[in-house]
């Protein structure tokens, strides 16, 4: 299985990078370590996560702090 990754999903992790440095840096790089580590993991289970309302759609929720940042992806075979 190969994960690609959109431009969107990319240009969100820079920003809430960007977001997140400015007042914790370590806090910038745990958060956006634990989304990658969350697509990675897509590998090993491709069906992780919950249908969506949009045909296709997974959803899956990634706990880090107060927020979990949910992650929509879809798996093609």
């Known amino acids: 299985m190969n994960l690609i990754v959109s431009q969107a999903a990319a240009a969100d992790l820079e920003r809430?990078?960007?977001f997140l440095a400015d007042k914790n840096p370590a806090s910038a790089?745990?958060?956006v370590?634990?989304?990658i580590a969350a697509a990675e993991s897509?590998?090993?289970f491709?069906?992780?996560g919950r249908p969506s309302d949009v045909r296709?759609?997974?959803e899956?929720?990634?706990p880090f702090g107060r927020r979990s940042p949910l992650r929509l992806f879809?798996?093609?075979r």
Request: hydrophobic letters at 55%; charged letters at 25%; a positive charge.
């Open 16 to 18: 809430l990078h960007a």
């Open 33 to 35: 370590a634990a989304l």
């Open 56 to 58: 296709n759609i997974r």
């Open 29 to 31: 790089k745990q958060a």
């Open 42 to 44: 897509l590998h090993l």
């Open 74 to 76: 879809r798996v093609d």
């Open 46 to 48: 491709p069906e992780r």
């Open 60 to 62: 899956l929720i990634v």
